[in-house]
Each structure stands twice: as structure tokens, then as C-alpha cells.
């Protein structure tokens, strides 16, 4: 095989993999495509073990997440990208092992944020209350 033949039959490959909406070992998933061993998820595209998810793209290991792309092993989380291992991030990008996250780029190992900044849980609860309600931000 050379390298011609090589690029060739990728391309061809790649080309399959985008137009063949198959959903392999799932189960109770509506309107989700090219998802594998994922339950109950809705208008996903290429995840993988996510479950009870709902319009989450290019993502693994989610539970009960909505909107979230390109994210690793997140719970609850709605609207977040690149980000892994978190629960609770609502609108958050690239967060690392965080959890109460609302609005936050680029954080690791931190709880209670809004836009980056510290807040006491109970201060953190009454903000993102009025947040979610004046943004319409879906409950997961």
C-alpha cells in the first residue's frame, strides 16, 4: 500500500463514518447519531457511555448533561465545553476536576465559581438561581 492508497481509502473511511448515522450497542436514544453504548440520550452526535443526555456532541462518559461538546466524565452539567472529570458547570469552558461551576474558563480543581471568582455556597446558590432564571438555562 502506498501512500496514495493510503490517504485514499482514510478519506473514504471518514467520509462513511460522517454519513452513517448508526448507533451502535445503545439503547432508548431518540434522533442520536453515531453514539456507541450510550441509554437514554436525545439529539446526540458521536458520544459514547453517555447517558440520559440531551444535545451533547463529540462526548464521553456524561450523565444527565445538556449541550455540552468535546467534554470527558461530567454530571449534571449544561452548556460546557473541553471540560472533564466536573459535576455542576453551567455555561463553563476547558474546567479540570471542578465542581458549582457557572460561567468559568480554564479553572482545575475548584468549587463554588462564578466567572471565575470564589463565592461561599450559599452566596453561589442565590446568584445562580437568578442567573439560570434570567438566562433560561435548562435544568439537566
Given at each position: 500500500m502506498d501512500v496514495k492508497?493510503?490517504?485514499n481509502r482514510l478519506?473514504?473511511?471518514e467520509h462513511e463514518f460522517q454519513t452513517n448515522p448508526v448507533n451502535n450497542k445503545s439503547h432508548g436514544l431518540t434522533d442520536c447519531t453515531r453514539?456507541?453504548?450510550c441509554v437514554?440520550?436525545?439529539e446526540c452526535?458521536?458520544?459514547y457511555k453517555c447517558s440520559y443526555c440531551s444535545q451533547c456532541e463529540n462526548s464521553t462518559n456524561l450523565t444527565h448533561c445538556i449541550q455540552c461538546v468535546s467534554c470527558h466524565s461530567l454530571a449534571n452539567c449544561v452548556q460546557c465545553?473541553?471540560?472533564?472529570?466536573s459535576a455542576f458547570l453551567i455555561m463553563c469552558q476547558d474546567m479540570t476536576e471542578c465542581n458549582y461551576c457557572f460561567g468559568c474558563v480554564g479553572l482545575t480543581r475548584r468549587d463554588?465559581?462564578?466567572l471565575n471568582e470564589k463565592y461561599s455556597r450559599?452566596?453561589?446558590f442565590k446568584i445562580t438561581d437568578k442567573l439560570k432564571k434570567a438566562l433560561h438555562i435548562p435544568k439537566p
Open positions: 492508497d493510503f490517504k478519506k473514504q473511511l453514539c456507541a453504548n437514554f440520550c436525545r452526535d458521536r458520544c465545553s473541553n471540560c472533564t472529570n463554588f465559581h462564578i450559599s452566596d453561589y
